[in-house]
């Protein structure tokens, strides 16, 4: 008896299985910036999952050397705005300053207040943790289309 064939899943699948499909045409790197250790594993293996080069960082003080490095280039920065050492608003406006890239603010306690301060960082959005594919597919098409 020959042994059972295991299907080779294709992206048409998936996309019937629930999970949104993206291609990327450009490398994409990022930076997350989360105390949780399990939501920064979550988001990261997401964006890992689309393709996306990702480093993590666990409080503003790491991410700011991490992302104000010679060798290091991010294309996007996604930061929790409650952080340790140096918190997630603090961290924007320093990222903002000398770094060209996006940058997304998220937080677990969404409100109105929230949303305006992280924009008023220098966020060029803001969103709900954790995040979803709904919510950041959109971001990476448009960053892709970008680069």
């Keep these: 008896m020959a042994p059972e064939m295991i299907p080779v899943r ?3 699948d998936r996309c019937r299985s629930g999970i949104p499909v993206l291609q990327l045409r450009n490398r994409i ?3 997350l910036v989360d105390s949780d250790r399990s939501s920064q594993i979550a988001q990261s293996s997401f964006l890992r ?3 996306v080069d ?3 960082a666990s409080n503003g003080l790491s991410a700011f050397v ?3 490095a010679s060798s290091s280039t ?3 920065i996604i930061i929790d705005i409650s952080l340790p050492v140096m918190n997630g608003l603090g961290l924007q406006v320093y990222a903002c300053q000398g770094i060209n ?5 998220m937080t677990g306690c969404w409100c109105e207040m929230h949303e305006q301060a992280i924009l008023d960082a220098g966020a060029n959005k803001a969103i709900e943790k954790p995040f979803f594919p709904a919510t950041l597919l959109p971001i990476l098409r448009e960053l892709d289309d970008e680069l």
């Design 74 to 76: 991010f294309d996007l």
């Design 49 to 51: 999952y689309y393709g």
């Design 10 to 12: 294709r992206s048409e």
């Design 54 to 56: 990702t480093q993590t």
């Design 66 to 68: 991490l992302a104000s």
């Design 29 to 31: 790197s990022a930076l």
């Design 101 to 105: 890239c996006k940058i997304i603010g």
